[in-house]
């Protein structure tokens, strides 16, 4: 793998806190010396996430994964390590070497180059939407009644119909065929190249840092299909950007600290010109976890405003489990006399949609009137299920004040005994915490070991000597170096790390980061996890002692069982007595250890 050198991944590490990094994207609590929260790479409803200040490691008991900042953060942005490294670098103003391969600066090269590609495309079709010859696309426009600084703040332009009429210009802009094809603009066939987007309403779609990342293309006639968006591309993936979300960021910034999220970028653009700024919408029905983290850097509340459909209804449902294991403040907004928030806005203005987002009720509302529906409260079986669904629901709330407020409402507005909804509610949560893993004690060290067969004391042993190596100081690492040859160690996955440790690790140079000699994910996970463990090591140099004790017992049992194979085997009587003495001073050490 190609890398910066050590001193400018320490400096990066050592800039970039990893509790601060991560709680950009999570929220995490503090419990003794380290943090917790809920798991971003798994689902899960205790928190097994675990966040180390003092050793700058992260790690989740429950899916294995962990690492570093730099791995965190190449993990959650599903980035490669270099990329991972600029960013953190870039966010912590640190000027980065160019001492990269010359694959990745051609990758950097063609990145930039579509870049700009896509900004000057933009700019040719707003252009193109003032010609006189663009009527069709400016009638459209009338009719959407999107005014001219609308017009400019997303760059909203026209595709005409002609075959070539962008390739033509970019071409003589200086940009290769090979680039104008990476840009998913221009196509290819058996013809010759082709601009994809023809006839028209280009609407720009741009990244977190306002950067040209793709297009939208809507018809303008009765044909099909209604929409062509760019498809994915070496600058564009769909589920991790935002529309809109560059020019919303002042409106998140104001007293509300809150983002609508509607379905189309149509529908986010009208809603924006109508004094609804802090508007962004998703590039695809369902929201993914990546747009949920963009959304939990970016803001406290989201409410989610998805169309009043069935596909829209399941993305509200998508959209409130990833963000709750974010712990954004979900709403879910609510609108009657429209089928979207474009038209309910256009039918009633805009005040009246800010009063709808004032009173956009919580993901436990939304999901007890969606169970409502579907019952009749006046059957009893519906009764009874209606109640053990809510004590579901409920027992999901992780605020014990919320969850009270929850019941005093329930039991007051369907006439429920209050105390028959606690009583099911702390069953299921009586069962959820027997059940769940106690993290701190979890055992990842047994967990990941890759030979079932070896005994537990063996693996729990050898995780510790990996932790004793890897935590500790010089002379540690030294003493148990001298005594644990690498054949005695039965994990495999323990042999291998403890092996890359013995040859790297400098003892007149111990490195801050342990996990820096890694270039291996698995191997990542697994040294994470060893230093999260709790091995419960009150006296350090005990501990060494009972390692280089047992360590040399089992090199003597070796050494034992090596000598009586060469007395069996050896023809010579002088080679016999040697040996018979040898094996005698070994047999008496080993009784010394009894």
């Not at 400019?152 to 290769?176: A, M």
């Not at 790297?504 to 820096?516: E, V």
């Amino acid at each position: 793998m190609e890398r910066y050198n050590d001193e400018i991944l320490d400096e990066i590490r050592s800039r970039n806190d990893i509790v601060s990094t991560i709680s950009q994207y999570m929220t995490l609590k503090r419990k003794g010396r380290n943090y917790f929260g809920l798991c971003p790479f798994h689902n899960e409803k205790s928190p097994s996430f675990s966040v180390s200040p003092d050793k700058q490691i992260f790690h989740c008991f429950g899916c294995g994964v962990g690492g570093d900042v730099i791995n965190f953060v190449k993990k959650i942005e599903n980035i490669g390590f270099l990329d991972s490294v600029r960013l953190l670098a870039e966010k912590s103003g640190i000027q980065l070497p160019n001492d990269i391969s010359k694959a990745e600066e051609e990758s950097i090269k063609l990145k930039n180059r579509v870049y700009k590609i896509n900004e000057l495309a933009a700019k040719f079709y707003h252009e193109n939407l003032y010609k006189p010859t663009s009527k069709i696309a400016q009638d459209y426009i009338k009719k959407r009644k999107l005014n001219n600084a609308t017009l400019k703040s997303f760059l909203i332009g026209y595709s005409s119909n002609s075959r070539n009429e962008l390739l033509r210009y970019l071409k003589e802009q200086g940009f290769t065929e090979e680039e104008l094809v990476a840009s998913c603009l221009i196509g290819k066939s058996e013809r010759g190249y082709y601009d994809k987007f023809r006839n028209r309403l280009m609407i720009p779609i741009r990244d977190e840092r306002g950067r040209f990342i793709a297009f939208g293309g809507r018809v303008l006639d009765d044909s099909k299909p209604k929409y062509i968006n760019s498809p994915e591309n070496i600058v564009y993936s769909k589920g991790r950007n935002l529309f809109g979300l560059n020019v919303a960021k002042d409106g998140v910034h104001g007293p509300l600290k809150r983002l609508l999220i509607v379905e189309g970028y149509m529908d986010a653009i009208s809603l924006y010109q109508r004094g609804i700024t802090n508007v962004v919408a998703s590039l695809g029905t369902a929201l993914t976890d990546s747009q949920g983290r963009l959304l939990r850097r970016n803001t406290e509340q989201v409410i989610l405003g998805y169309d009043a459909d069935g596909a829209g209804q399941q993305a509200i449902i998508r959209g409130m489990e990833i963000l709750k294991s974010m712990d954004i403040d979900i709403r879910i907004l609510q609108i009657s006399g429209a089928k979207d928030p474009d038209e309910y806005v256009l039918k009633f203005g805009p005040e009246k949609m800010l009063k709808a987002m004032d009173d956009a009720i919580s993901g436990v509302e939304f999901k007890i009137k969606v169970l409502k529906s579907n019952l009749d409260l006046n059957n009893v079986n519906d009764k009874v299920k209606f109640l053990t669904e809510i004590a579901k629901i409920l027992s999901n709330v992780d605020n014990n004040i919320e969850r009270e407020v929850y019941i005093d409402r329930i039991a007051k507005v369907y006439e429920i005994s209050k105390n028959a909804i606690i009583a099911e509610v702390d069953k299921l949560l009586y069962k959820s915490s027997t059940g769940a893993m106690n993290f701190e004690k979890s055992n990842i060290v047994l967990k990941s070991s890759q030979d079932s067969k070896i005994d537990v004391a063996t693996r729990k042993r050898e995780g510790m000597v990996v932790y004793l190596l890897v935590d500790y100081t010089k002379l540690s690492f030294d003493r148990i170096k001298s005594v644990v040859n690498l054949d005695l160690i039965k994990s495999e996955k323990n042999r291998k790390v403890i092996g890359i440790l013995y040859d790297k690790i400098d003892l007149n140079n111990m490195p801050d980061n342990i996990i820096s000699l890694f270039d291996d994910e698995d191997d990542i996970n697994y040294i994470s996890g060893i230093l999260s463990y709790d091995f419960e090591i009150s006296d350090a140099n005990k501990a060494i002692e009972d390692i280089e004790k047992i360590y040399y017992k089992e090199k003597l049992i070796a050494l034992r069982n090596d000598l009586i194979l060469k007395l069996e085997n050896s023809a010579e009587e002088v080679n016999k007595k040697d040996i018979e003495s040898e094996l005698t001073n070994v047999v008496l050490e080993l009784a010394k250890m009894k």
